[in-house]
């Protein structure tokens, strides 16, 4: 496996950590949108991860996006994000997380007690 398949497998699991953190109802990709469609063609086909992982400097570097649940308190659930990434990805890695959209659950997602 290429250094850059391990890269996109890393990105993948990432988007599924995030993805299962409560409190988390999207993710983004950190990207602009001519940089992600970039992203999308060079994948041919497959939907690239949204999660986007570097090397930069010869250390990692993961960058995240995430939408939250308006009734969660949308830093904590950052800084719980970047702690699943460092999980996945090694401590020693850099990290960015933006919250980039702050709304309502669907009922769907909102567990019942």
């Known amino acids: 496996m290429s250094d850059t398949d391990r890269l996109a497998a890393l990105a993948r699991t990432l988007d599924d950590a995030l993805s299962a953190l409560d409190g988390v109802i ?7 949108a001519v940089a992600r ?3 999308e063609l060079v994948a041919r086909g497959d ?4 999660t ?3 090397v930069d400097d010869e250390q990692l570097a993961v960058a995240a996006a995430i939408g939250v649940d308006a009734r969660t308190a949308a830093p904590g659930i950052a ?3 970047a702690a699943a990434i460092r999980e996945h990805a090694g401590a ?3 990290v960015s997380v933006s ?14 007690s």
């Open 47 to 50: 939907a690239p991860a949204r």
């Open 26 to 32: 999207a993710v983004y990709s950190p990207d602009a």
């Open 99 to 112: 919250v980039r959209r702050v709304s309502a659950a669907p009922d769907s997602l909102i567990p019942v």
């Open 79 to 81: 800084r719980a994000a």
């Open 52 to 54: 986007r992982v570097t």
């Open 37 to 39: 469609a970039a992203r």
């Open 92 to 94: 020693d890695c850099r």
